[in-house]
C-alpha cells in the first residue's frame, strides 16, 4: 500500500510516486485537469500504450486463465475487466490487491476494476455473469417492463453501491441498443423496443450508477453499442461474422441514435462502440471499432462527446484460452488489415482504449512506425486519466472487505431486487390460479411450489399446472455461440402439441422468460394465465400466479404472431412484425396499438 504522508501545510497525500513530496498529481486539492495535465507530462510512451489496454482478469487465476498479477507489475495496465466475481470478501480483498501492486509501480497509477452486468439471472461467458453474492434483480428488459424510471434509478443505485464496495468502479453497461430485430441474442440486456422508454429507462440507470456528476461515490457507466447493435442482420450477433453488419433497411438509422442521446444528456462517463458495420447507413463500411466516421464524426463530433471510448473486446487480436476455446477477431470490414494497421485504423478513428487487448506494443509498434502520434496517444491517455481522477482513485482505490461483505446482498438489497422482479412480471392473459389443492410444476422448484399446494409427479394428478418455459431458439455449434440464443423463436411443433395438450387437460399457468420476444401462439388460446417475465425467483413468480401480488409490468416489445412474421420484417424499424400477438405496452395497450 502507498504511504500516506502529509504536505508540509498538513496536507494529507498518497506518494504515488515514492520520493516523499507532494506532486501536482498527488494533491487532492487541485483541479482533475491540473493533476491529469501534471501526470501525463511524467509518463513514458510505454506508460502511456499500458494505459490504452482494457485488459480481462480472473481474481486469483483459475486452471488456463492467469490473475492477471504480470498484467499490473509487468506490461503495466491499469484497466480490467472482471471475468468472474468471488464473494464480496474476496473480490474486495483481490481489489486491495491489485491496487497494492499499482501502487508499487514508477507513478502509483491505480487500477480500474470493470464488470459485465452480474446482477439478474444470465450466465454468458461474453457478456452477463451471476455471481458474487449481489441481489439479484430482473434482466435489463425486465427493467424496462416495469415503466418506472423512478424505481429504476432506486435500483440502479443499489447496483452501484454493491459495485463499490467490492472495487468495481467501472460498469460496462448499460445497453443503448433498440431491440427491434426480435431474433437477436442479446435483447434481455436492452431496454426494449420502444426508443422513448428505453430513453427514460437508460437515463434513469445511468443517474443510478453514476449520480448527477462523476465523483468517489460513482460507478462510470460504459454505455454500449454506439451507433446502435439493435438491427443485426438477421437477428445473428456480430460476436460471430454471420452478424458482421447492421442493417437498415427501413431507413431507421437516427431512431437507434436516441437512447444515445439520452445517454449523453445523463453524462454517461465512457462509450462502448459496435462490433458490427453500419451497412447502408451513409457511414463507413467498415466496424464500429475502426469507423472514423461513427466516433469522431459522429460520437465526437455532432454529439461532442469527450468521453472515454472502448473499443468492443477483443476486436483485433481474439482471445485464446489455452486448452478451452480460441476466439478469433471481430475485426469486421478491416479483416484484410495487418494488425498494426488495425491498431493505427482504431486511433484514427478515435478510440481511447482497446478492450480486451493486453499488449502495449499494439500501441507501441504504430507510434514508432509514425502511424500514429505521439500527441494523439495523449488524447486518449488525458480522458482515461481524467476518470480514474473523477473516480477518486488516485486518492484511495481501496476497500473495505469486511464492510463489503456486510454491504452486498443484505436482506434489504434482495428485497429491493425481488421487489423489481416482481414489478416486471407482465400479465398477458387469462387470469390467476386458485392455490391450495395439488399442484404439478415443471421447471419450478418443487419446495417452493409446495409453498402454495401439493406437488404431485404427473398432471393428470394435479388440480392446476404451473410451467416456466425459456424462450425457443436454434442450437448452434461452437462453445461460445452456444451461450447465444439466436434463430427461431417458435417452440418445436411436438413441444407446442404437448403444452396445448396439458393446458386442456387441466388449468395450466404458462410463464414465459421472455429473453427475445417468443412466439407464444399456440400457448394463449389455451392457457388458465399467461405471463411473461425476465427474471424472477419461483417464489416472485408463484405469488403473481396464485394472485397474491398483482401484475404491473407492461411489455417492452412485441410479442410477434410467427417467425414468418419476424422474417418479413425490417431489422431496424420498431413495431415491424404483422399483427403481433401482444403489443408493446401490453396490458395498459390495448391490442392494435403500440406503446
Given amino acids: 500500500m502507498t504511504a500516506r504522508l502529509r504536505h508540509h501545510d498538513g496536507t494529507p497525500f498518497r506518494d504515488l510516486n515514492h520520493n516523499g513530496t507532494m506532486e501536482p498529481y498527488e494533491d487532492p486539492r487541485l483541479p482533475v485537469e491540473e493533476r491529469v495535465a501534471d501526470l501525463l507530462g511524467r509518463m513514458t ?42 464473494d464480496a470478501r474476496t473480490m474486495a480483498e483481490w481489489n486491495n490487491h491489485v491496487q497494492d501492486l499499482a501502487a508499487a509501480g514508477r507513478l502509483g497509477i491505480p487500477v480500474t476494476l470493470a464488470s459485465d ?46 459495485l463499490r464496495a467490492v472495487g468495481i468502479r467501472l460498469a ?39 449520480g448527477e456528476r462523476i465523483g468517489p461515490d460513482s460507478v462510470a457507466c460504459m454505455t454500449k453499442h454506439f451507433p446502435g447493435g439493435g438491427p443485426q442482420f438477421r437477428g445473428e ?14 431507413g431507421a438509422f437516427e431512431q437507434h441514435l436516441r437512447p444515445f442521446e439520452a445517454a449523453f444528456e445523463a453524462g454517461t462517463a465512457q462509450i462502448m462502440p459496435a462490433y458490427a458495420i453500419p451497412s447502408g447507413s451513409g457511414l463507413a463500411e467498415v466496424g464500429a471499432n475502426f469507423n472514423h466516421d461513427v466516433i469522431t464524426g459522429l460520437l465526437r463530433g455532432t454529439y461532442g462527446f469527450d468521453g472515454v471510448v472502448c473499443t468492443d473486446f477483443n476486436a483485433i487480436t481474439g482471445m485464446d484460452v489455452p486448452g478451452i476455446v480460441s476466439l478469433p477477431p471481430r ?26 487487448e493486453t499488449d502495449p506494443e499494439l500501441i507501441l509498434t504504430v507510434v514508432r512506425s509514425g502511424a500514429v502520434s505521439e500527441a494523439r496517444i495523449d488524447e486518449s491517455v488525458r480522458r482515461i486519466l481524467r476518470d480514474k481522477f473523477r473516480l477518486g482513485l488516485f486518492d484511495d482505490p481501496y476497500v473495505d472487505a469486511d464492510a463489503a461483505a456486510e454491504l452486498v446482498g443484505t436482506p434489504d438489497g434482495r428485497a429491493l431486487g425481488r421487489r423489481v422482479q416482481a414489478r416486471s412480471l407482465v400479465h398477458l392473459a387469462g387470469q390467476p390460479l386458485d392455490g391450495g389443492g395439488r399442484l404439478y410444476v415443471e421447471g419450478v422448484d418443487r419446495e417452493v411450489a409446495a409453498r402454495y399446494g401439493t406437488v404431485v409427479d404427473r398432471p393428470e394428478d394435479a388440480d392446476v399446472a404451473v410451467i416456466r418455459l425459456a424462450t425457443p431458439y436454434e442450437r448452434r455449434e461452437g462453445l461460445l455461440e452456444q451461450a447465444f440464443h ?62 397474491r401480488v398483482p401484475m404491473t409490468g407492461s411489455l417492452p416489445f412485441d410479442l410477434p404472431r410467427s417467425d414468418a412474421a419476424v422474417e418479413a420484417a425490417r431489422e431496424d424499424v420498431a413495431f415491424d412484425t404483422r399483427d403481433p400477438l401482444f403489443r408493446c405496452g401490453h396490458p395498459t395497450a390495448p391490442r392494435g396499438t403500440t406503446a
Fill in 237 to 250: 450477433d456480430s460476436h460471430f461474422a454471420a452478424g458482421r453488419r447492421l442493417v437498415y433497411p427501413g
Fill in 45 to 86: 510512451l510505454a506508460e502511456k500504450a499500458a494505459l490504452m489496454c482494457h485488459g480481462r482478469m480472473l481474481p486469483g487465476g483459475h486452471g488456463p486463465f492467469p490473475s492477471g498479477d504480470h498484467l499490473i507489475t509487468e506490461r503495466g495496465l491499469t484497466a480490467f475487466g472482471m471475468m468472474a466475481v468471488p
Fill in 331 to 356: 475485426h469486421w470490414g478491416v479483416e484484410e488489415l495487418s494488425v498494426p494497421e488495425q491498431v493505427a485504423l482504431t486511433l484514427d478513428a478515435g478510440a481511447d482504449q482497446l478492450g480486451g
Fill in 117 to 162: 452486468p452480474r446482477h439478474g439471472f444470465t450466465e454468458n461467458p461474453a457478456t452477463a455473469f451471476t455471481g458474487g453474492g449481489f441481489s439479484t434483480g430482473p434482466e435489463p428488459i425486465g427493467l424496462a417492463a416495469t415503466d418506472d424510471p423512478a424505481l429504476v434509478r432506486e435500483y440502479a443505485e443499489l447496483i452501484g453501491r454493491e
Fill in 486 to 547: 439466436s434463430g427461431s423463436l417458435e417452440f418445436e411443433p411436438a413441444e407446442a402439441a404437448r403444452l396445448a395438450e396439458l393446458a386442456g387437460a387441466l388449468p395450466t399457468a404458462f410463464v414465459a422468460q421472455l429473453e427475445r420476444p417468443a412466439v407464444l401462439t399456440p400457448l394463449e388460446p389455451r392457457a388458465a394465465l399467461l405471463v411473461g417475465e425476465f427474471g424472477a425467483a419461483d417464489e416472485v413468480v408463484l405469488d403473481a400466479v396464485f394472485g
Fill in 172 to 210: 460496462l453497461h448499460p445497453m443503448a441498443d433498440l431491440a427491434t430485430e426480435p431474433r437477436w441474442a442479446r435483447i434481455s440486456g436492452t431496454f426494449g423496443e420502444d426508443a422513448d422508454r428505453a430513453s427514460r429507462t437508460i437515463a434513469a440507470y445511468i443517474r443510478g450508477l453514476q
